[in-house]
């Protein structure tokens, strides 16, 4: 790991020969971040000052946006160069931010195999298995044996992404077993591949969302599975490292939905770039507490009648929106590792509800407490209806918190799109309106004091 001792080292070398020596001497993947954080002019310095192999080694682990920085401030041989080292999966994942014709370039420059490899994968939708599957795998023909196979391995795979796992496949490809490493290392040389390979082989086909491929790793601990066509034919495996990204790419997607935040932003991101990102959730937002507001304006005369509920009523929003947005974050996350599924809604919405009616109790009981301390003697009859609405928001929080995202999961929409400004702000209106409602029926139909 690049410690701060080991980058305010790097940042304050002025002597290019000792800071050459340095990067050259560090994990790939701690130079990476070093480049990273450097200004932007000085990247493509630094970039060049590293080794054949680091380089090729480095490129893989810095950030698209980086790899785009260097792609224009490098000469074309050493492009092709880095391009033509990197993984099917990684390339795949660089031209997709890249400029068609930069793409098209590129292409024409790598080798048959490797451009193959990329359009098949760039030829997948995003977010599938076979979009950020590699192509570069150990397949075995059934009829080998053991010491046959060791032998291919060391001659043919050795620039293979993983050789933990070897596909055993027919002569079309049609994947049929799966042998480990460590059972090839541990079987006699004469043995028959089918003979020890395993023919309950986990797989994923190229249509599978990258979600549910990390879900299933996950769930049967491995470190890579196969991905197979519609005819079971072997086109790829998903490997742990490329997982690992998927569950930060989907755990971050989801925090920023839930937090009504767009896009890729980060905690460096320019400042354009956050405008631009948060300012359209912002409007919307607004745009949805317009809803809220039309539901409090028609009351204003009730609120002038009763002062008390202009303290009361930012209480009801605060603690309804929390209230919802906790079930709302338990939902989305139960559905995004696989813990809960659309069937499990009605056992969920009981749980919520009976935990609900706990919480309604004590919320109501501390809100008819705060309103009796608040209000004036002849306006203490407003603490029962307050009361009786915060109780009733609850239930209706803790509901729509479930229902919402098991709605979107059964339509095959992301859950995660149930944002809290959304859950918070429906809460708000549905409070908003049963509460001066009520304080106006006390008023206007009970004649009760003000």
Known sequence: MLTQDIRNSLI???????????LNHLQPVDVGEYIAQLPQQQRAIAFRLLNKAEAIDVFEYLPTEVQQELINSLHDAQVVQLVEAMSPDE????????????????????????????????????GTAGRVMTTEY?????????????????RQDEDKETI???YVTDNNRKLGRVVSLRQLLFTFPDVLIRDIASDRVIKVRTETSQEEVAQ?????????????DREDRLVGIITIDDVMDILQEEATEDFQKLAGVGGDEAALSPPLFTIRNRLPWLLGIMALYIGAASAIAPFQSVIAAVPVLAVIMPIFSNTGGTVGIQALT?????????????????????????AGLGTALALSLTMIMLSLIWAHPQERWVAVIAGVVMATNTIVAVTLGTLLPMALKRLKLDPALVSGPLVTTMLDTIGFLTFLTLISVGLNVLHLPS
Do not use: C, H, N
């Open 330 to 354: 338990v939902t989305i996350r139960g559905l995004g590792v696989g813990e809960v599924t659309p069937r499990d809604t009605l056992k969920i919405l009981r749980k919520e509800i009976f």
């Open 138 to 154: 150990v397949r075995l023909q059934e009829g080998l044996t053991v010491g046959e196979a060791l032998s291919k391995i060391r």
């Open 216 to 228: 299933i790793m996950q769930r049967y601990d491995l470190i890579a599975i196969p991905v197979v």
């Open 91 to 126: 390339r795949a994942e660089l031209f997709d931010e890249l400029p068609a014709g930069v793409i098209k370039r590129l292409l024409q420059e790598l080798s048959p195999e490797q451009r193959q490899a990329t359009a098949t994968i760039l030829g997948y939708p995003e």
């Open 164 to 166: 933990y796992y070897a």
């Open 12 to 22: 304050e070398t002025t002597d290019l020969s000792q800071l050459k020596w340095d």
